[in-house]
């Protein structure tokens, strides 16, 4: 079974709007960390956003948001605001508490719309 | 500011030959590994190292072979290079143990090509 799943292969949102990319994961350890990675057309991975299996509340740093739902097993990423600087690739991944590993998605991409 | 430093950027190699690409990282990481990116397949992990001395296989190992003689170092080799190893090819390393919040630290990427 896959760890980390992304339906959405590509995705269009117009600038300024809000967008939602979906990760579902997959995992029997109740220590985990999820996690999302920007990839521009310029090849680097950037971190965006972290979120803990037992944190309470969503993580959220500045127009990036995580919509953490424990019990579906997802963790969608919604960015607000959409810029063009914003078009990229995303991917989701998974740290599982005694396992090193990351699992990561195979990504979504994301074009932003003037 | 240097974090993780991988070498080289780019390369084309024919088919049968042997290279290494280079990882280093200065953070103190115990966490090192490897992955490749192939459009529509997301990131693969090849192989995986949480300490000196130390490695592992990941999902896709065959081909290629790792070793870790130092923290710093991750070198990844390639033994006789195929078309099939074709790809964009990630170094990250990340702090390793329970905390599952560390996050992974990735280098540029090296792209190569076999033909």
């Known amino acids: 079974a896959q760890k980390i799943t992304q339906t959405q292969p590509g995705m269009f949102v117009q600038e300024k709007e809000a967008v939602t990319l979906d990760c579902t994961y997959d995992t029997s350890d109740p220590s985990y960390g999820l996690f999302w990675y920007k990839q521009p057309s310029s090849g680097e991975m950037i971190f965006l956003i972290y979120q803990g299996s037992y944190d309470q509340q969503n993580a959220t740093e500045g127009r990036y948001s995580l919509n953490f739902q424990k019990a579906r097993k997802s963790a969608n990423l919604v960015i607000s605001a959409s810029q063009l600087g914003d078009s990229a690739m995303y991917f989701c991944?998974?740290?599982?508490?005694?396992?090193?590993?990351?699992?990561f998605g195979t990504g979504t991409s994301l074009t932003v719309i003037p | 500011n240097a974090g993780v430093t991988q070498t080289p950027k780019f390369q084309v190699l024919k088919t049968g030959q042997s290279m290494t690409l280079q990882c280093a990282q200065d953070?103190?990481?115990?966490?090192m590994s490897w992955y490749r990116q192939d459009p529509g397949m997301g990131l693969r992990l090849i192989h995986y190292?949480?300490?000196?001395?130390?490695?592992d296989q990941g999902e896709v190992p065959n081909g290629y072979n790792v070793s870790r003689s130092t923290t710093e170092d991750f070198p990844l080799r390639l033994l006789s290079a195929a078309p099939s190893q074709t790809s964009v090819y990630f170094c990250?390393?990340?702090?390793?143990?329970?905390?599952?919040?560390?996050?992974?630290?990735f280098g540029e990427g090296s792209w190569l090509t076999v033909v």
């Open positions: 990250a390393s990340s702090l390793q143990g329970g905390a599952v919040g560390n996050t992974i630290y």
């Open positions: 953070m103190n990481h115990e966490y």
């Open positions: 190292s949480v300490g000196a001395g130390i490695t």
């Open positions: 991944a998974m740290r599982e508490g005694f396992r090193n590993q990351f699992y």
